[in-house]
C-alpha cells in the first residue's frame, strides 16, 4: 500500500458511517434499508426473530437468510446493473418483483406453478402467525423492495406477496432463466435526495469530523484537476486544507482511487518496459 492510500484510508476508517454515498446503488440501499427499519418498528426483536425463523423456515436449510435486509433483497436481482456506477440520484431502474411477473405469465406457466405452491406452503408455515403479524411483516417486505405501488391489508395477499417475493425457488427458476423478468420489464422508482440529506445533517453538527464541525466547503467536491493532482502528488493532497471532503465523499474516494490506480499501473508498465527503470524526466 503507497503512502497516500494508508494516509487516506487512517482519515476515512473511523468515520465510514458518515460518508456521503458516492453512487445510485449507495442511495438505494441506504433509502430501501431505512424505510424497512422504520416499518420493523411495530415488531419487537423476538417478534422478529420468529418471523426470520418462519421466512427462512419457507426458503428452506440451503437458502436460509441472516436478516431482513438479505431476505428481502432486491439487489440480488442487479448484478451487472449500471447503478453499482452511476453517480447518485433519485430515479433508480430496477428489475421487476416476482409478483409483477406473476400478473403477466399464463396460466399453465412453469413459473406460475412454483409460485401457486409457494404461496400454499407459507400459508402452511404462517398458520400460528395473526394476521397482524403477516400483514406487518409483509410491509416490511413492501419498504424493502422500494414497491410504490404495493398496498396490501389482508391476510391473503399478504402471504401471497411475501411467497412470491422471497421464494427461493423462484430465485433458482430466475438463476435459470430471467426471460420472463426481461419480458416483464423494469420498474422506476423515485428516491429521496438522500445526499442531500446526509449533507444537512452534517451541517446541523449530528456529525463531526476530527473534532470539529464541518463547514458548507467541506462538502463541496473535488474539481477534475484537483483530483489529477492530488493523485499525482499526494503531498499536495495533505496540506491543501481540504483534506476534510475526501473523508465524507464516497463520491471524490471513488474518483481519486482510479487515477492511484492508473499511477500505479503506468509506473508498472514503464518499470517492465525500462527493464526496472522509470523513464528520466
Not at 125 to 137: E, F, N, Q, R, S
Not at 230 to 253: E, I, W
Request: aromatic letters at 10%; one cysteine or more.
Amino acid at each position: 500500500m503507497d503512502v497516500f492510500t494508508q494516509q487516506l484510508a487512517e482519515y476515512i476508517e473511523p468515520l465510514e458511517a458518515f460518508a456521503l454515498h458516492g453512487t445510485l446503488m449507495d442511495c438505494f440501499e441506504y433509502h430501501r434499508r431505512r424505510e424497512m427499519r422504520k416499518a420493523a418498528a411495530a415488531f419487537s426483536d423476538r417478534e422478529l426473530s420468529w418471523l426470520l425463523h418462519m421466512m427462512n423456515e419457507f426458503r428452506g436449510a440451503a437458502d436460509r437468510k441472516e436478516d431482513f435486509d438479505l431476505l428481502f433483497d432486491p439487489v440480488m436481482y442487479m448484478e451487472d446493473h449500471s447503478a453499482w456506477t452511476d453517480l447518485p440520484g433519485l430515479i433508480i431502474d430496477l428489475p421487476s418483483l416476482n409478483t409483477q411477473v406473476f400478473d403477466r405469465v399464463g396460466a399453465n406457466s412453469v413459473f406460475r406453478a412454483i409460485a401457486e405452491n409457494e404461496v400454499l406452503r407459507l400459508a402452511v408455515l404462517a398458520d400460528t402467525y395473526p394476521d397482524k403479524a403477516i400483514v406487518g411483516l409483509t410491509n416490511m417486505a413492501i419498504a424493502a423492495y422500494v414497491d410504490q405501488d404495493a398496498l396490501i391489508t389482508d391476510r391473503i395477499s399478504a402471504i401471497r406477496y411475501l411467497a412470491i417475493n422471497t421464494s427461493a425457488r423462484l430465485e433458482d427458476y430466475w438463476v435459470a432463466d430471467d426471460a420472463l423478468w426481461m419480458k416483464t420489464g423494469i420498474r422506476r422508482v423515485n428516491l429521496p435526495d438522500v445526499v442531500a440529506e446526509q449533507k444537512s445533517d452534517i451541517l446541523q453538527c449530528r456529525a463531526t469530523v476530527l473534532n470539529d464541525a464541518v463547514t458548507q466547503e467541506d462538502l463541496v467536491c473535488f474539481s477534475e484537476r484537483e483530483i489529477k493532482d492530488f493523485a499525482f502528488n499526494p503531498d499536495r493532497f495533505l496540506r491543501s486544507g481540504k483534506t476534510r471532503h475526501m473523508v465524507l465523499c464516497r463520491l471524490c474516494q471513488g474518483r481519486i482511487a482510479q487515477w492511484i490506480d492508473f499511477v500505479r499501473h503506468t509506473e508498472e508498465r514503464f518499470m517492465l518496459e525500462g527493464k526496472g527503470r522509470l523513464p528520466e524526466a
